[in-house]
């Protein structure tokens, strides 16, 4: 009778707290919309696996070969002002055209969200500056999968190093189970930090976004087919004099060989007459 009264007031209780819950309608597809994305009525934040894309922009600028410097170091300046934190020169260039033009390239590591729009900040810039953007492109790759794989297997190899180590602690078992112990640890905490090491470069690429740089002297306007042309012309002369200067270093020895021969048996010849004349 007791165990009949205890699994009627276990039904009971059951039956007041089913009718106890009300009944809400499920939300509309506007509401979904408005709440915040940490957050779900009712329930625990759901967690979003967000995409680890590692971004890089090409960026070719066309400007007065006058200009191309000052474009160069009003970006560089750019990067500066923000800081080590968001904006670093990884790497730049200079070099000097044979008819006075110049060329560069920059890359700089910005930030990854402000990035693109620091792209834009640059074709400003040079805009200013009297030039034109030519050629642009993005590159995306995906590192989603190989660092969720990366860092599973660094816990797991972890887990591994961690039982070793306390095989190793314990010092129960044979001295060349002990050895091999410590072989295997060893093993592991070098994969463990090799993974580790991958992990902070492809973080750092996804949070840091690689924009490389290209500048080149704009060929449009009027004078810059006769620049061409001259340009041009003076190279061909240059080639011309180059060959004569070979061809005149490459004859003169023969020349001299051949002169100094002549005047030697001419030299002979004419003191063998002598030598005749006499007797």
Known sequence: MGRFWSWGLIAFALMLGGCSKSVEPPPST???AEAPASQEKGGDAIQVSVPQ????????????ADAIVRAQDRHLAM???????RCRVLAMGRASGDDGGASGSMTLAVEAGIARN????????????????GDASIEAEDLSKRIVDTEARVRARQALADRLMALLQT????????VAAE???????EEIDA???????????????TIEIGYAPDDAGFWSPLRRSVGNVAGFFGESLGLLVTLVATILPWVLAAGGLIFAARWLRRRFRRDEAHD
């Not at 990067?79 to 934190?85: E, F, K, S």
């Not at 492809?202 to 949070?207: K, L, T, Y």
Request: hydrophobic content about 45%; aromatic content about 8%; proline content about 4%.
């Open 171 to 178: 010092r129960n078992g044979p001295v060349a189970d002990l």
């Open 195 to 209: 993974a580790r090491s991958w992990l902070a470069e492809a973080r750092g690429r996804v949070a840091m976004s």
């Open 79 to 85: 990067c500066d002002r923000l800081g080590p934190a």
């Open 118 to 133: 620091f792209g834009t900040a640059l074709g400003q810039a040079v805009a200013s500056a009297g030039g034109r953007q």
């Open 183 to 189: 072989k295997a640890v060893a093993e592991v905490q």
């Open 30 to 32: 506007e509401e979904l």
């Open 53 to 64: 894309i590692a971004y890089t922009y090409h960026y070719s600028f066309r400007l007065p």
